[in-house]
């Protein structure tokens, strides 16, 4: 398979994990509403997978955002062209080392969870099922960051090769 269809397999993925958890998390939420007000009745399940789905929702959305390259950026310290570069060159090395360090806790935390057999309170769900999103999304992060640094490093070297100042 060719690298561009494997990423575009990979943003169709992505973006329907996106999908899915917030609407299945909205709907979830909704019906806990509604059975409250009209019903006064409470689900203790409805809520622990609306947690769990929510978990999903908000990592998934930092992976895409890591996609995208739209996590907060510092850019006061650079003020030209090149110093930028660097400066951004120099963020997505650190981004990517602690990315690596969040992927290995996270395999060593779902392994553990994995390893106990723990299990959710109420719904008596394997624990690992939310704890594996950690390694998951992690991995998915740092292939992007990957992606953006490489793109990052081609910059640099244009710069340097056409004489940029600055």
Not at 106 to 112: G, L, R
Not at 129 to 144: K, S
Not at 145 to 151: A, E, P, R, Y
């Amino acid at each position: 398979m060719e690298l561009r269809k494997l990423r575009g397999w990979l943003y169709k993925v992505e973006d329907l994990g996106r999908i899915v958890t917030i609407v299945a998390m909205t709907m979830i939420v909704f019906y806990q509403v509604v059975a409250r007000i009209i019903f006064k009745w409470s689900s203790p399940a409805l809520e622990e997978s609306a947690r769990f789905i929510m978990i999903w929702s908000i990592f998934i959305g930092a992976v895409v955002t890591t996609r995208e390259d739209g996590h907060i950026k510092m850019g006061g310290f650079a003020r030209t062209p090149k110093g930028k570069l660097i400066f951004d060159l120099i963020s997505k090395v650190v981004s990517l080392v602690f990315l690596c360090v969040f992927v290995q806790w996270s395999y060593e935390f779902a392994v553990h969870s994995w390893q106990k057999n723990m299990s959710s309170i109420v719904l008596g769900v394997p624990l690992v099922v939310v704890h594996v999103c950690f390694l998951v999304t992690g991995t998915l992060m740092v292939i992007h960051t990957l992606v953006h640094l490489i793109s990052r490093v081609g910059e640099v070297r244009t710069h340097y090769k056409n004489g940029g100042t600055g």
